[in-house]
């Protein structure tokens, strides 16, 4: 089935800081990508998506581009803050189960100041 | 605020013991999900259900069952708890068709352990 292989962390930046946080995925046809964030003690909120092929992502700041000649989907931040401090899950949609979303294992984020 | 609700938020049980987790979603959304979330794996597809009456198996439904009697609920039930089971559990829906994109919702997750 689809799978999604992303960095594993902690990682742990300076605020301002550039961020990658990078993504390749398996799939078989023409999944959605998405990323999602963790904050302490909270659900998985979406954070960006993307549909198709060089499509590109934005929220807050973060960008991703789903980049079908490399199957990647890498988040990008120009100047993180302490407040981007969370675990960030990239996803992809299933081939198998329906319309669930098969996730990795996460990257853990710390912003010091 | 539209959204989803889990309960119980968190639970201590003895292994060997029933539990029923319990979802409820007021957004109408056709799908719904069960994932557990343990450290280093990530989020792992329990079961599924695309739509009220149906339900599928995941990634890890060894030990677990569910049923969608209607739209709204999606209770998980352990019925024979054991301490592998410890995790948090997440709950989440989805609308599929039309504009959808295939966004899940998740809830606040309920944090379960197993003695």
């Known amino acids: 089935g689809n799978s999604v292989t992303q960095m594993e962390g902690p990682v742990t930046l300076s605020e301002e800081a550039f961020l990658t946080i990078n993504c390749t995925y398996t799939?078989?046809?023409?999944?959605?990508l998405f990323w999602y964030v963790q904050y302490p003690g909270e659900g998985l909120q979406l954070l960006l998506k993307a549909t198709k092929a060089d499509d590109k992502g934005s929220n807050k700041g973060f960008e991703a581009t789903y980049r079908k000649e490399t199957t990647s989907f890498h988040l990008e931040k120009g100047s993180v803050q302490v407040s981007d401090s969370a675990v960030y899950f990239c996803a992809l949609s299933a081939s198998m189960t329906g319309y669930a979303l098969n996730f990795g294992k996460g990257t853990s984020l710390l912003v010091t100041p | 605020i539209a959204g989803i609700t889990q309960a119980p938020t968190s639970q201590i049980l003895a292994a060997g013991r029933r539990m029923t987790l319990r979802c409820t979603q007021d957004m109408r959304h056709n799908a719904m999900y069960w994932y557990r979330q343990d450290l280093g794996l990530g989020l792992r597809l329990i079961h599924y259900s695309n739509t009220a009456g149906t339900t599928g198996k995941g990634e890890v439904p060894d030990g677990y069952s569910v049923s969608r009697a209607n739209t709204d609920d999606f209770p998980l039930t352990l019925a024979s708890a054991v301490p592998s089971q410890t995790s948090v559990y997440f709950c989440a829906s989805s609308a599929f068709g039309g504009s959808s994109t295939g966004e899940l919702f998740f809830g606040e997750g309920s944090r379960l352990t197993v003695l």
């Open positions: 799939a078989t046809g023409y999944p959605s």
